[in-house]
């Protein structure tokens, strides 16, 4: 059976500006799609993109400022690519790190598609965690990980295994509105530790990970004690996370 060319790609750009972008990515933006959008604010991809091919379109501009709710942010960006006209597709959206690995603009598409009967195709690219295994030096096949985003574990009041590695993603959103160019309020803080020191000792030590996302950059890892981390509350924005490791 011949395949159905998709009427949207899904595509992960990676973490590190464009060097982190797949060869089979580059080979759609470039060869496969009619319309391009991507949410970036990185200006060396955009620059990519643009030699790459020029059809691109950012909404990251149009729709993700600080403030708005993310919810109401990612219907209009799902909205935006469905409403591409039949004769500029396929269309493509490309987001940051893997297309699947905590997005919910990416599950509100898959939705979205399936209920409009709209073909989508999803392609792997390289998440945060990879680049952040690379950053902390860390094989996990020996302890395990846990793997939770922050304001949903405050929410649901998840239980934490101490005896596994644990990373906390996205610790710099940790309310509902839009934080992009903010960083999470002391009062936030508190409580994410307040809640870990449920389940860690005081003074464990845990890292502060920002990978780097720019070309120019390189990333950054902070380790302090537990009890200590309201102290970093100027390392807690949208692009870090946090990691435990296995307690003893």
Do not use: W
Not at 54 to 69: A, E, S, T
Not at 211 to 230: C, M, N, P, Y
Not at 233 to 239: E, G, I, L
């Amino acid at each position: 059976m011949r395949k159905q060319a998709p009427d949207i790609y899904l595509l992960g750009s990676g973490i590190y500006s464009f060097h982190d972008i797949t060869l089979l990515t580059q080979h759609i933006l470039a060869e496969k799609c009619r319309t391009v959008y991507c949410l970036h604010d990185l200006p060396s991809l955009e620059e990519y993109l643009e030699k790459l091919t020029g059809r691109v379109q950012n909404l990251m501009p149009v729709y993700y400022r600080d403030g708005r709710d993310r919810s109401d942010i990612y219907d209009d960006i799902v909205g935006h690519v469905l409403a591409t006209p039949e004769e500029q597709r396929p269309a493509a959206l490309l987001l940051h790190g893997h297309p699947l690995v905590y997005s919910t603009i990416s599950q509100r598409l898959m939705a979205a598609c399936a209920a409009a009967g709209l073909k989508l195709e999803i392609v792997p690219g390289l998440s945060s965690l990879d680049r952040m295994f690379v950053d902390l030096k860390l094989d996990i096949g020996e302890d395990g990980v846990q793997i939770y985003n922050a304001g949903s574990v405050l929410a649901r009041d998840t239980v934490l295994n101490p005896a596994a590695g644990c990373f906390i993603l996205q610790i710099g959103a940790l309310t509902p509105a839009a934080t992009r160019a903010a960083t999470s309020n002391p009062e936030e803080i508190s409580r994410l530790k307040n809640y870990l020191l449920k389940f860690y000792p005081p003074d464990h030590r845990v890292s502060v990970v920002e990978s780097a996302v720019e070309t120019g950059f390189e990333s950054s890892v902070t380790e302090i004690e537990l009890e200590r981390l309201d102290e970093m509350d100027a390392a807690f924005n949208y692009n870090a996370s946090l990691y435990l490791p296995p307690v003893g």
